[in-house]
């Protein structure tokens, strides 16, 4: 199990150190970090399937040659046919799953409702939960694989208003560590990064400040 700052990877090895093609889920495509990890997937020759809500990125990454399905990756009935549909694909195989939902919502406890605080679990660490479970039980069928969760430094350091986030994130990185034990002898395993503040579009209401940037 992986916990840190490291670069996102799907780990795209044998275990002779060969680098392979294989067929690999993003969950939160729509992402500038997903559209990145697509980017970098395509380019290597792979099949790349990714969730995503965002229907004009989602447009872009499907030029590049991804299969894209625009739906709520808390869904599980959706997300359990986006799965499924990888028994068409190739040898039927999900060689690897990115989950790179995330949200942000930085507010103190006594100025968060439930309802917000609910709405940031439900998008992280449920849609988390989902596609471990889809995932899983398809993997097993199939030879195994690899699931790669996003996490923050939130989970781990206390931040000053992320109460919601890093209980979140800290969720996931639990989840993972026990699903880390669960299936590691099944062919299955699981790892979490835990970047910092990273640059992207979620994250300008920080990053456009120069005093939050050198913090980071």
């Known amino acids: ?5 490291s670069r996102l990877s799907l780990q795209k090895r044998d275990f002779q150190g060969v680098d392979f ?16 990890l697509c980017e970098r997937l395509i380019e290597d020759g792979d099949s790349v399937t990714v969730i995503g809500r965002d229907s004009s990125r989602m447009s872009q990454i499907k030029e590049l040659g991804a299969k894209v399905f625009i739906g709520d990756a808390t869904d599980e009935q959706f997300v359990s046919e986006v ?3 990888f028994s068409s694909e190739g040898d039927g195989k999900i060689d690897g799953v990115a989950h790179l939902v995330g949200s942000l919502l930085i507010r103190p406890p006594h100025a968060l409702s439930s309802e917000a605080f609910n709405e940031v679990i439900n998008t992280n660490l449920t849609s988390a939960f989902v596609v471990l479970s ?11 694989g690899r699931i790669v969760f996003t996490s923050s430094v939130a989970a781990s350091v206390g931040l000053v208003n992320h109460e919601a986030i890093s209980a979140a994130k800290g969720g996931i990185e639990s989840m993972a560590r026990s699903a ?16 910092g503040l990273t640059d992207t579009r979620m994250a300008q209401p920080i990053t456009k400040s120069e005093t939050s940037k050198e913090a980071a």
């Open 134 to 144: 889809k995932a899983c039980k398809y993997m097993l069928r199939n030879g195994g």
């Open 83 to 85: 799965v499924t549909s």
């Open 21 to 36: 093609v294989g067929s690999y889920l993003v969950v939160g495509g729509s992402s500038d970090i997903g559209l990145i």
């Open 1 to 5: 199990m992986i916990l840190g700052t």
């Open 180 to 195: 880390a034990a669960t299936y590691s002898k099944r062919g299955i395993r699981v790892n979490v990064v835990a970047p």
